[in-house]
């Protein structure tokens, strides 16, 4: 069974720290990792994709990438509270086959 | 361009009936992914239809079924409706084979009562 795992939270964040989300899969074969946004009521936006290890940086927001620890993880520097929402991580196993979602992380900003 | 489009935006059911969603996808994506999302749950995927041809089923019951035309627009029909099918029903669109990411409709609010 391939899986993503987030922890739900929810995660509370001092507005202007950094923010740290985290998510582990279980299929190694993945090649395609994705963070996306939800707002309540909304659907998911995706925000940032990462193919290869290392980080990817995109304004505010760092992807974080280590295939050999099964490991991604989403930096937010200088946290707003317009940042609370649900962080969902998305993994692509093949490039023309299905994105499997976590459960989502929901991140709170406390002004 | 045109982001995609879903209708109708919310739903309300009697259980046993069914039901029929829609989906434009967007300029240019030539696959369709449908996720069910349950409250608090991250999406789960039903199926997703490439071409017009079905690409990959996730693990739900025959009952939920699709269609894409040739236009990329696509269909989830839902017959026997249970109260458990109650969801955020969300369309997707992306271009095969570029593992890019996939652009969210605004969704279905689907309540079964």
């Known amino acids: 069974q391939k899986e993503v795992e987030q922890n739900s939270g929810p995660l509370s964040v001092p507005e202007g720290a950094i923010a740290s989300l985290n998510c582990t899969y279980s299929?190694?074969?993945?090649?395609?990792f994705f963070w996306y946004r939800q707002y309540s009521g909304k659907s998911p936006e995706l925000i940032m994709s990462?193919?290869?290890?290392g980080d990817k940086e995109d304004g505010r927001f760092t992807a974080q990438l280590n295939k050999a620890s099964q490991y991604v993880s989403l930096l937010i520097r200088d946290s707003q509270p317009s940042d609370s929402a649900t962080y969902l991580c998305?993994?692509?196993?093949?490039?023309?086959?299905?994105?499997?979602f976590g459960k989502g992380t929901r991140l709170h900003i406390l002004p | 361009e045109t982001g995609v489009t879903q209708s109708p935006t919310h739903l309300i059911k009697t259980r046993g009936q069914q039901v029929t969603l829609r989906c434009s996808s967007q300029?240019?994506?030539?696959?369709v992914s449908w996720y069910q999302q349950a409250l608090g749950q991250g999406p789960q995927f039903i199926f997703q239809?490439?071409?017009?041809?079905?690409?990959g089923r996730g693990n739900f019951p025959p009952r939920f079924s699709g269609l894409q035309f040739p236009n990329y627009s696509s269909e989830l029909n839902v017959n026997a409706l249970e109260l458990d099918d109650s969801a955020l029903y969300l369309c997707?669109?992306?271009?095969?084979?570029?593992?890019?990411?996939?652009?969210f409709g605004s969704g279905t609010r689907l309540t079964v009562v």
């Open positions: 997707a669109s992306s271009l095969a084979t570029q593992g890019s990411g996939y652009t």
């Open positions: 299929d190694r074969g993945s090649q395609s």
């Open positions: 990462i193919y290869s290890n």
């Open positions: 998305a993994v692509n196993i093949n490039l023309n086959d299905k994105i499997i």
């Open positions: 300029s240019g994506h030539n696959t």
């Open positions: 239809y490439y071409r017009e041809e079905e690409n």
